[in-house]
Protein backbone atom coordinates (compact mmCIF):
# COMPACT_ATOMS: atom_id res chain seq x y z
CA UNK A 1 0.00 0.00 0.00
CA UNK A 2 1.40 3.20 -1.07
CA UNK A 3 1.70 5.73 2.03
CA UNK A 4 2.67 8.99 1.60
CA UNK A 5 3.93 10.90 5.11
CA UNK A 6 4.07 14.75 5.04
CA UNK A 7 5.87 17.04 7.86
CA UNK A 8 6.88 20.59 8.31
CA UNK A 9 4.16 22.54 8.86
CA UNK A 10 3.34 24.57 11.14
CA UNK A 11 2.86 28.64 12.41
CA UNK A 12 5.74 31.16 11.23
CA UNK A 13 5.25 34.87 10.93
CA UNK A 14 4.52 36.86 7.61
CA UNK A 15 7.77 37.15 5.69
CA UNK A 16 9.17 33.87 7.78
CA UNK A 17 9.89 30.15 6.13
CA UNK A 18 9.24 26.89 6.58
CA UNK A 19 10.21 23.71 4.41
CA UNK A 20 7.71 20.74 3.87
CA UNK A 21 8.74 16.97 3.36
CA UNK A 22 6.79 14.15 1.78
CA UNK A 23 7.83 10.55 2.02
CA UNK A 24 6.67 8.16 0.16
CA UNK A 25 6.59 4.43 0.31
CA UNK A 26 5.18 1.33 -1.03
CA UNK A 27 5.11 2.07 -4.89
CA UNK A 28 6.14 -1.03 -7.26
CA UNK A 29 5.90 1.98 -9.90
CA UNK A 30 8.03 4.94 -10.57
CA UNK A 31 6.77 8.08 -9.08
CA UNK A 32 6.53 10.53 -12.21
CA UNK A 33 5.51 13.28 -10.73
CA UNK A 34 5.56 14.79 -7.28
CA UNK A 35 3.98 17.67 -6.36
CA UNK A 36 2.05 19.82 -3.45
CA UNK A 37 -1.41 21.25 -3.57
CA UNK A 38 -2.85 23.64 -1.36
CA UNK A 39 -6.30 24.18 0.32
CA UNK A 40 -7.29 27.39 2.00
CA UNK A 41 -10.76 27.23 3.77
CA UNK A 42 -13.08 27.95 2.21
CA UNK A 43 -11.67 27.72 -1.23
CA UNK A 44 -10.83 25.03 -4.00
CA UNK A 45 -7.64 23.12 -3.85
CA UNK A 46 -4.95 24.52 -5.97
CA UNK A 47 -1.92 23.52 -7.91
CA UNK A 48 1.42 24.78 -5.66
CA UNK A 49 4.01 23.37 -7.36
CA UNK A 50 5.09 19.98 -9.25
CA UNK A 51 8.15 18.15 -9.99
CA UNK A 52 8.90 15.03 -12.54
CA UNK A 53 11.62 12.52 -12.61
CA UNK A 54 13.47 14.58 -15.39
CA UNK A 55 13.65 17.73 -13.28
CA UNK A 56 11.07 19.74 -15.04
CA UNK A 57 9.07 22.04 -12.22
CA UNK A 58 5.60 23.99 -12.35
CA UNK A 59 4.77 26.54 -9.93
CA UNK A 60 1.56 28.22 -9.54
CA UNK A 61 2.12 32.03 -10.83
CA UNK A 62 1.21 33.45 -6.67
CA UNK A 63 4.19 31.53 -5.50
CA UNK A 64 7.38 31.74 -8.29
CA UNK A 65 10.71 33.45 -7.29
CA UNK A 66 9.16 32.28 -3.32
CA UNK A 67 8.31 28.49 -3.26
CA UNK A 68 11.44 26.07 -4.97
CA UNK A 69 10.16 22.47 -5.15
CA UNK A 70 12.79 19.54 -5.34
CA UNK A 71 13.40 16.02 -4.61
CA UNK A 72 15.88 13.50 -3.21
CA UNK A 73 17.94 11.57 -4.96
CA UNK A 74 16.32 9.05 -4.54
CA UNK A 75 13.07 10.48 -5.81
CA UNK A 76 10.98 9.21 -3.17
CA UNK A 77 10.79 12.50 -1.57
CA UNK A 78 9.75 15.56 -1.98
CA UNK A 79 10.70 19.27 -0.60
CA UNK A 80 8.81 22.57 -0.72
CA UNK A 81 10.99 25.21 0.20
CA UNK A 82 8.49 28.50 1.31
CA UNK A 83 10.13 31.72 1.46
CA UNK A 84 8.86 35.01 2.29
CA UNK A 85 5.55 33.43 3.41
CA UNK A 86 1.84 35.93 2.87
CA UNK A 87 -0.84 35.53 5.13
CA UNK A 88 -2.60 34.15 1.86
CA UNK A 89 -0.42 31.25 1.81
CA UNK A 90 -1.98 29.77 5.01
CA UNK A 91 -3.74 26.37 3.90
CA UNK A 92 -3.53 22.91 4.48
CA UNK A 93 -0.71 21.76 2.00
CA UNK A 94 -1.05 18.46 0.22
CA UNK A 95 1.44 16.12 -1.44
CA UNK A 96 0.42 14.48 -4.76
CA UNK A 97 2.05 12.08 -6.31
CA UNK A 98 1.37 10.51 -9.90
CA UNK A 99 2.50 7.11 -10.87
CA UNK A 100 1.32 6.27 -13.94
CA UNK A 101 -1.99 5.14 -15.35
CA UNK A 102 -4.65 6.07 -12.89
CA UNK A 103 -2.31 5.80 -10.24
CA UNK A 104 -2.58 8.95 -8.03
CA UNK A 105 -2.01 9.71 -4.32
CA UNK A 106 -2.57 12.13 -1.47
CA UNK A 107 -0.91 12.66 1.67
CA UNK A 108 -3.36 14.11 4.42
CA UNK A 109 -2.01 17.03 4.52
CA UNK A 110 -0.04 19.68 6.76
CA UNK A 111 -0.99 22.85 8.21
CA UNK A 112 0.14 25.94 7.28
CA UNK A 113 -1.02 29.20 8.87
CA UNK A 114 1.35 32.36 8.41
CA UNK A 115 0.51 35.28 10.81
CA UNK A 116 0.72 38.80 9.52
Known amino acids: QVQLVESGGGLVQAGGSLRLSCSVS????????MGWYRQAPGKQRELVAT???????NYADSVKGRFAISRDTAKTTVYLQMNSLKPEDTAVYYC??????????WGKGTLVTVSS
Open 51 to 57: STLGGDT
Open 96 to 105: NVYAGGARYY
Open 26 to 33: GSTFRLNV
